[in-house]
């Protein structure tokens, strides 16, 4: 069973911060990796993607990947509050459906 | 480019009753997948279509179907519905299997 697993948090940090979110994923076969950010009551909204090993930088988020180690990170620089959510690491294997992990709550505190 | 859609937004059903999703995916998108969120299964896939066809199926019960028209439009299906089926099902459109996924605001669905 392919597997997609996440620090449920919530996670902390206080405006201004580096945010920190990590997925490890079980199918080394993985190709595809997102990160998407998840209001309370609202749907996933895709924010990054990555498809190769490194980082990929998107404004104040940088997705990083490390296939080696089956780990990718999203680092979110300069918190604000509104970037208080829910952040959903989701990873595909070609031609099977999207893995989603369970999330990990993110506070931002002003 | 307009977005997913998926109507209703919120549905309340009874015990026993059948109740029909719809999803209009994104312009030119002929990949749609669904999802059922719960707080504490998180997004659980249920299927994904294209092209009409249904690529892959999620480990959920027969009760639970799903078809994609030839405009992309997809409809998912619950009969005899449970209380354990009270979720918001998510629709998501694509381009193909792999590729990025972009998801409508879903349908909060409540099952008494």
Not at chain 1, 37 to 66: C, H, V, W
Not at chain 2, 43 to 65: C, D, H, I, M, V
Request: glycine share 10%; aromatic share 10%.
């Amino acid at each position: 069973q392919k597997e997609v697993e996440q620090n449920s948090g919530p996670l902390s940090v206080p405006e201004g911060a580096i945010a920190s979110l990590n997925c490890t994923y079980s199918d080394r076969g993985s190709q595809s990796f997102f990160w998407y950010r998840q209001y309370s009551g609202k749907s996933p909204e895709l924010i990054m993607s990555i498809y190769s090993n490194g980082d990929k930088e998107d404004g104040r988020f940088t997705a990083q990947l490390n296939k080696a180690s089956q780990y990718v990170s999203l680092l979110i620089r300069d918190s604000q509050p509104s970037d208080s959510a829910t952040y959903l690491c989701a990873v595909n294997g070609g031609n099977t459906p999207l893995v989603f992990g369970k999330g990990t709550r993110l506070s931002v505190i002003a | 480019k307009a977005g997913v859609t998926q109507t209703p937004r919120y549905l309340i059903k009874t015990r026993g009753q059948q109740v029909t999703l719809s999803c209009s995916p994104i312009s030119g998108h002929r990949s749609v997948s669904w999802y059922q969120q719960t707080p504490g299964q998180g997004l659980q896939f249920l299927f994904e279509y294209f092209s009409e066809t249904q690529r892959n199926k999620g480990n959920f019960p027969g009760r639970f179907s799903g078809r994609q028209f030839s405009n992309s439009r997809s409809e998912m299906n619950v009969s005899t519905l449970e209380l354990g089926d009270s979720a918001l099902y998510l629709c998501a459109s694509s381009l193909g299997t792999g590729n990025e996924q972009y998801f409508g605001p879903g349908t909060r669905l409540t099952v008494t």
